[in-house]
């Protein structure tokens, strides 16, 4: 490699941030004096899976560090529901029906809210990006949706 050819090193995974997405850092070779090294760190893509990525992030920590948010081919952070259950109707005259679903294969120390959020779910014939609220109990990670229903 030429001495000014910028390139990235020391790539490593890191944990699960969200549903499918693991953080990787990496070093790249800018001097934190060049007065651009965040522009050129935020514009250069690393490999990742064979795709190319553009840091999310860039932070100068005694060397200049990019940080990127893979959503692909991460397949231990990838979340589902389970245990479906329809608790009803909220209220009477709500319009509102409480669903209630299990969350499975939270990575261990993974912010469950987080999880919670972003993990898609399909019931009723719609679809959801994630729930609407979660709560953690000694039975697991649990996400609630208060769903339309005009019958309620």
């Not at 000014?4 to 020391?10: K, Q, Y």
């Not at 948010?69 to 329809?86: P, Q």
């Not at 209630?100 to 014939?125: I, R, S, W």
Request: hydrophobic letters at 35%.
């Amino acid at each position: 490699m030429p001495p000014d050819e910028i390139a990235w090193t020391n790539l490593e995974s890191h944990s699960c941030t969200s549903y499918a997405t693991r953080e990787y850092v990496a070093e790249i070779n800018v001097s934190p004096w060049n007065r651009q090294w965040a522009k050129i760190c935020m514009s250069t893509p690393v490999v990742v899976h064979g795709r190319p990525h553009f840091a999310s992030r860039c932070e100068y920590v005694s060397m200049v560090i990019g940080h990127f948010a893979i959503r692909h081919n991460e397949l231990d952070c990838v979340t589902y529901w389970s245990g479906y259950r329809d608790w009803g109707c909220t209220a009477k005259g709500s319009h509102k029906r409480h669903i209630e679903q299990h969350l499975m294969n939270v990575p261990a120390n993974a912010d469950y809210k987080e999880f919670c959020a972003t993990t898609p779910a399909h019931f009723l014939g719609q679809g959801f990006s994630g729930a609407d609220s979660c709560f953690d109990s000694i039975w697991g990670v649990y996400g609630q949706w208060f769903i339309d229903d005009p019958s309620c």
